[in-house]
């Protein structure tokens, strides 16, 4: 059973539900898998949604109990994010044949990734440009602040990104990056707040 962690789950489909998307492919993205319930939701929606859409999900979280600085105000810990926890993601995904769990950090694939993110199917397609993603790995200000200046200009017009317990984090920092790139509020809950690009 694939299960979760976080708050609000219904924000996200919500969220899927209100985007029409117009380009030859959707590609949804998660910093932050762990268990695999905010991915399984994301998928759900946009394949429910948009079967004969060419559509693919990367997931992004290394496991492997590394130990670093998960909040602002707290000293580097180690969580319970398992290599085995990994293994178990994989085994539990088996059936979403375009779900991509990369184990590395948001920085190893903000580097390597940089120029979009390559599918082989028939031919090479490099997705660019996304449509959805979802913010939920490490709860830092600057680690949020540089994801959002990294999938902030790549995301698609009307594209959203999602971001879990958004006020953990001076969220004014952010909000100021995405204004520069014509984001909105779209939804706000407790937990997570989503932004639309226009």
């Not at 905010?38 to 496991?63: A, E, Q, R």
């Not at 000293?75 to 059936?95: V, W």
């Not at 999602?162 to 790139?181: C, N």
């Amino acid at each position: 059973m694939i299960r979760g962690d976080s708050k609000e789950y219904e924000l996200i489909e919500k969220a899927i539900r209100h985007y029409s998307p117009d380009s030859n492919y959707i590609l949804s993205l998660e910093i932050g898998v762990r268990e695999g319930l905010s991915s399984k939701i994301i998928m759900d929606t946009f394949n429910n949604l948009h079967p004969n859409k060419p559509y693919y999900h990367i997931g992004i979280d290394p496991y492997g109990n590394l130990k670093y600085k998960h909040y602002d105000n707290v000293e580097a810990y180690t969580a319970d994010y398992t290599n085995d926890m990994y293994e178990t993601a994989k085994k539990d995904f088996i059936n979403y044949r375009n779900f991509f769990l990369l184990k590395m950090t948001d920085k190893d694939y903000m580097e390597k990734f940089y120029d979009g993110y390559p599918i082989y199917e028939q031919d090479k397609l490099l997705c660019d440009k996304y449509d959805f993603v979802h913010i939920d790995g490490p709860h830092t200000t600057l680690d949020v602040v540089n994801e959002t200046i990294f999938f902030a200009p790549r995301i698609k017009n009307k594209g959203m990104i999602v971001y879990d317990d958004y006020k953990t984090f001076d969220f004014s920092l952010i909000e100021m990056t995405l204004k520069a790139h014509n984001f909105k509020e779209l939804l706000v809950g407790r937990n997570k707040i989503v932004y639309e690009k226009n």
